[in-house]
Every structure is written in C-alpha cells, then in structure tokens.
C-alpha cells in the first residue's frame, strides 16, 4: 500500500482514508458478529491495517504491537475507533496482537514507537 509516484498529497490522503474507513467498518462488524480476532477473516483484514499502518511505521512485529499498546491506553485511539462502534480499540488491539503473533516476525533491527507520533 505504498504511495504511488504519480499520487498527489490529496489523492494519498483520500486513498488511505478509504482503506481506514473500510477496516474499521469490517473490524465493526466482525466484533458485533462476536468473530475471535484469531480469525482467518480477521487476520486477513488485519493485513490491510498492517499494510495501511506501516506506509510511515517499519513493518517488524515489535512496532506493530506497539500500535496494540497505544490502542489500549491512547484515548484519541478510543475516539477513533468508538465512532464506529464502543470497545473497538480493545478489540483492534487484540486483532493487532494476533496478526502480529500469527503473521509477522521482527527481521529488522528495532528502534522503538516514533517519537513524533506520540505527541
């Protein structure tokens, strides 16, 4: 999910605000539906989040959970995600928990949640 060349700022803006939109929706729903988070449905919506999360974070299993810890103890987190359905982020946060322990590996050296995303 990279950012193509030719993209404007506005065109990577709408493209990932989309890709945001419809994971949020699905990850809604399957909580709604009570679908454990270990889900191969869920696990495969998860690898759209991980692909839409990391375009500014590394990749490796270590950052992504970070992302978890930030779900559950962030409140702009909860804000996020509650407009699309109470306990979301709890539930994001487990999903991302199980995406990363099931499909991600640390194979590059780890330097830690950015600093500029925590302000």
């Known amino acids: 999910m990279s950012k193509r ?4 700022p506005s065109e990577q803006f709408e493209r990932r605000l989309i890709v945001a939109i ?11 539906d009570g679908v454990p988070v270990d889900s191969e449905d869920v696990l495969d919506v998860m690898s759209d989040h991980h692909d839409w999360a990391t375009e500014y974070l590394k990749k490796d299993r ?3 959970l ?5 779900c559950r ?3 702009r987190f909860e804000g996020i995600y509650g407009q699309y359905a109470a306990g979301l982020s709890q539930y994001m946060a487990d ?7 099931a499909r991600l590996t640390d194979d590059i050296e780890d330097t830690g949640w950015p600093e500029s995303r925590d302000k």
């Open 66 to 70: 970070r992302l978890a810890h930030k």
């Open 73 to 75: 103890t962030d409140d």
């Open 22 to 32: 419809d994971v949020n929706k699905k990850m809604a729903a399957f909580m709604a």
């Open 62 to 64: 270590t950052t992504y």
């Open 5 to 8: 060349p030719e993209e404007t």
């Open 95 to 101: 999903a991302i928990e199980a995406y990363a322990n």
